[in-house]
């Protein structure tokens, strides 16, 4: 049986290191915590992605506000997905209860309570930072996917998307591809006939009807300007602290699309613009995407094949994103290949579906002289979790089941005036509350179609003035006319006869 020594000196050995880390907790044996094993993970290491998982009421979310406020306080900038809305306390100071004394105590680790700067986010009209962002940014793909459709309707909003590139009319909002649609459809169609080929009307017609379905679930708020800028979640404020990012999303839970295609879309952004920055000793960015699963349902394999290719790509920009779910299962093995840091929260064996699945997850973690670890993965407490992660050379630190420590912040959410409190302060919700609708592709159609409406209606009032003149009478018949008239007219005929009556008395 390892004794405690051992363990001790295994643990501390494989979890030192030499850059700056952070303490998730102390280690765990036979069920009890040992003090000074501190399990750590070097912030070298954070861009390599990572993992989250248990069942509910595990502990995740206290995890998650644990990694934000360490974070937060290298000065590291974090954006937090949060789906449930009970992230926001961070932003408030907790408060030492006896079982946070107890828990430090048996790790010792100094407690301390402290608060985080904080921004709160909204995609819809929730109070905060409005996130919008363009049509034209989603990109056809992307737009596509959100809309839900296959592979020829999607080829027509590449067309789309292409005519309007090549005639400078951006696409901002939904209004936008709506007249865009209904352009080609009508005024438009010999014009896209010649230039792109043939679209089918049917095709049009459910692109458009699936655009008016997403209209209702809110995506008319959220498409337009002005455009988020990705610049603004990498603040720090005066005192040297990461600002916490929280996209409040617990209006859009029945819209996973419209969130999924928001995340891989702004995951594109941040690749696009931020530059290389290579093996750096600090991340610049680290995203928390709770409810992982609502970005693979249903997902396409080309799709997929996207999301791991940002996966692996977005690294190299010193941005770190970290997937929070229930099952490991639920991440793709592809994509899950690519995560450093996992931590491992309890999962419950009520069926032989969840036996099976406790096994496969098992399989994913180091072997251990220490541990059985399917055992150990139904048997750990709440706020207690297996941990590996990778050490500063690259290679995955052994496992080690973890007592978590305690945030430092609120374990609670933020009332209504305290949110009313934060939003106005900040100084992004001002900048972001403004909304744009400057000339698009709506309203560079209208004018084109307006345009050549008058050119039409100028033409047949010219045709019909022609006409007009060619059916008039010159002046030589008008007098003919006239005298003809005159010359027959009863008047004149009488005249005539009286004249002649009078000779023939004489």
Not at 51 to 75: D, H, M, N, R, W
Not at 176 to 202: F, L, P, Q, R
Not at 321 to 335: G, K, L, R, W
């Amino acid at each position: 049986m390892a004794t405690v020594t051992d363990f001790t000196k295994h643990i501390n050995e494989n979890y030192t290191f030499k850059g700056e880390s952070i303490v998730l907790g102390g280690a765990i044996l036979n069920g009890e915590a040992v003090a000074d094993t501190f399990v750590k993970v070097p912030l070298k290491t954070l861009n390599r992605h990572g993992l989250i998982a248990g069942a509910t009421g595990t502990g995740k979310t206290k995890t998650i506000q644990v990694l934000s406020e360490q974070l937060s306080s290298f000065g590291i900038p974090v954006l937090m997905m949060d789906i449930k809305g009970d992230f926001s306390g961070i932003a408030k100071e907790g408060e030492e209860k006896p079982f946070i004394t107890e828990r430090h105590t048996k790790l010792n680790i100094p407690f301390s309570v402290q608060s985080f700067p904080v921004e709160l986010m909204s995609l819809s009209q929730q109070d905060g930072v409005r996130l919008r962002a363009t049509v034209s940014e989603f990109g056809p793909v992307l737009f596509s996917r959100i809309l839900d459709l296959n592979d020829t309707q999607a080829g027509v909003v590449a067309v789309i998307f292409k005519y309007c590139d090549d005639n400078q009319m951006p696409l901002l909002d939904l209004k936008d591809i709506k007249k865009v649609i209904n352009y080609i459809t009508e005024e438009g169609k010999n014009e896209i006939t010649e230039n792109y080929g043939k679209i089918s009307t049917a095709t049009t017609g459910i692109i458009l009807r699936k655009i008016i379905e997403l209209e209702q679930q809110g995506g008319a708020i959220f498409f337009g300007e002005k455009s988020f800028e990705i610049d603004d979640l990498m603040r720090i404020d005066e005192n040297g602290n990461g600002y916490v990012n929280i996209i409040r999303l617990t209006d859009i839970q029945d819209k996973p699309k419209l969130f999924s295609t928001f995340m891989l879309s702004l995951l594109a952004e941040i690749y696009q613009q931020m530059p290389e920055k290579g093996d750096v000793e600090q991340p610049e960015l680290v995203i928390f995407i709770d409810e992982a699963h609502l970005i693979f349902n249903e997902a396409s394999n080309a799709l997929l094949n996207q999301i791991e290719t940002i996966i692996k790509l977005i690294r190299s920009k010193g941005i770190g994103v970290y997937f929070v779910t229930q099952n490991p299962m639920d991440v793709p093995a592809s994509v899950l290949a690519q995560l450093g840091l996992k931590i491992q929260h309890a999962l419950r064996a009520f069926t032989a579906n969840d036996r099976q699945a406790i096994k496969q997850t098992a399989e994913n973690y180091p072997l251990s002289d220490y541990y059985k670890t399917a055992e150990v993965l139904t048997s750990l407490g709440i706020g207690e979790a297996f941990v590996t992660a990778l050490n500063e050379k690259g290679i995955p630190t052994p496992l080690a089941a973890t007592m978590m420590r305690a945030p430092m912040s609120r374990m609670d959410i933020l009332n209504d005036t305290e949110i009313a409190e934060i939003n106005s302060k900040s100084k992004l919700v001002k900048k972001y509350s403004e909304e744009i609708d400057r000339d698009s592709a709506y309203e560079l159609l209208t004018k084109k179609i307006e345009a050549a409406n008058q050119q039409a209606e100028a033409a047949q009032e010219t045709q019909q003035e022609a006409k007009r003149k060619s059916s008039e009478p010159s002046t030589t018949e008008v007098i003919g006319k006239s005298v003809v008239k005159v010359v027959t007219s009863a008047t004149c005929i009488r005249g005539v006869f009286g004249v002649l009556n009078k000779m023939f008395k004489r």
